[in-house]
């Protein structure tokens, strides 16, 4: 059964780091790109940024540009996400998801169960 | 950036009834729209993606038609775990998302 497991929920203070995991299974990381989605309260989905599970390369949101970092171990069968200098506006539901090809596809065919991120002082 | 303007926001259906939802985007994205279901609690799943084409394992009484800006979401005859958001996403490029649509049962 394909699945893709995420690390468990976090709490921040501003100005912080957070770094969420999303592992597979049922299926070899490196031969799917892989993305990250969030979803603040009351707010439609937002896309992260991608990242080719295979070589490594990525393409950022402008949005998040300079403050998101995706990486993978491929040995490990895990992904990674690092959102930096957290505001509340970063407060949200976070899910990595999987493309359906590794030459991107741009749609998602497993999600992760999420990974709440909260942003308080 | 292209704006993806779902509609209604929420609506409230028999069982048995067929379903409708609209998806406008603001600009031309071909048939590169998809589907996504996220009942209450739970994460998205993928229900039709390249505007018409039904995901594996998905009930056949879910089906979806458009190009260029205007698409379409249908659930013929409505179940009770049809209950959940729906939303739609385009991807030719950087993925958007339509706001969701919220379906209840009467």
């Known amino acids: 059964q394909v699945q893709l497991m995420q690390s468990g929920a976090e709490v921040k203070k501003p100005g912080a780091s957070v770094k969420v995991s999303c592992k597979a299974s049922?299926?070899?990381?490196?031969?799917?790109?892989l993305h990250w989605v969030r979803q603040a309260p009351g707010q439609r989905l937002e896309w992260v940024g991608w990242?080719?599970?295979?070589?490594?390369?990525?393409k950022y949101s402008d949005k998040f540009q300079g403050r998101v970092s995706l990486t993978r171990d491929t040995s490990a069968g895990t992904a990674y996400m690092e959102l930096s200098s957290l505001t509340s506006e970063d407060a949200a539901l976070y899910y990595c998801?999987?493309?359906?090809?590794?030459?991107?596809?741009?749609?998602?065919?497993?999600w992760g169960q999420g990974t709440m991120v909260t942003v308080s002082s | 950036d292209v704006q993806m303007t779902q509609s209604p926001s929420s609506l409230s259906a028999s069982v048995g009834d067929t379903v409708t939802i609209t998806c406008r985007a603001s600009?031309?994205?071909?048939?590169?729209l998809a589907w996504h279901q996220q009942k209450p609690g739970r994460p998205p799943t993928l229900l039709i993606h390249?505007?018409?084409t039904l995901q594996s394992g998905v009930p056949s009484r879910f089906s979806g038609s458009g190009s260029g800006t205007d698409f379409t979401l249908t659930i013929s005859s409505l179940q009770p775990e049809d209950v959940a958001s729906y939303f739609c996403?385009?991807?030719?490029?950087?993925?958007?998302f339509g706001q969701g649509t919220k379906v209840e049962i009467k």
């Open positions: 998801a999987r493309d359906p090809s590794s030459t991107l596809l741009w749609y998602f065919d497993v």
């Open positions: 049922g299926y070899i990381l490196s031969n799917y790109a």
């Open positions: 990242i080719s599970a295979g070589n490594g390369n990525t």
């Open positions: 600009q031309d994205i071909s048939i590169y």
């Open positions: 390249t505007a018409s």
């Open positions: 996403q385009k991807y030719n490029g950087a993925p958007a």
